[in-house]
Nanobody, 123 residues
Framework: VQLQASGGGLVQAGGSLRLSCAAS????????MGWFRQAPGKEREFVAA????????YYADSVKGRFTISRDNAKNTVVLQMNGLKPEDTAVYYC?????????????????WGQGTLVTVSS
């Protein structure tokens, strides 16, 4: 499967962005999905994940209550809705797919990665 992340941009603190991860070559309903981010000079970190069915979702403590991961099977996409953005959310955001029922919160174990989309939050 090939993944294409989009929707990043520049937003003021408190604003919202909607990231999309579009898949080609396979159906995303075959995969557990995750979103990760990497800020300059830092390691890639977990943001949110969804089980293959979408019935179970997981969030990093830093984004819980502000970000929502969801699936749109008709469009073969996974969406990360980000509200209440903070300057510390600034990073390149990556979507990832794992051929498994269950999602995990570590980078290891995801088989496919998108190219990343830059989110910049100004104070």
């Amino acid at each position: 499967v090939q993944l294409q992340a989009s929707g990043g941009g520049l937003v003021q603190a408190g604003g919202s962005l909607r990231l999309s991860c579009a898949a080609s070559g396979d159906t995303l309903s075959n995969y557990a999905m995750g979103w990760f981010r990497q800020a300059p000079g830092k390691e890639r970190e977990f943001v949110a994940a969804s089980s293959r069915s979408g019935g179970s979702t997981y969030y990093a403590d830093s984004v819980k209550g502000r970000f929502t991961i969801s699936r749109d099977n008709a469009k073969n996409t996974v969406v990360l809705q980000m509200n209440g953005l903070k300057p510390e959310d600034t990073a390149v955001y990556y979507c990832a797919a794992r051929r498994s029922v269950m999602a995990i919160t570590t980078t290891r174990g995801y088989d496919y990665w998108g190219q990343g989309t830059l989110v910049t939050v100004s104070s």
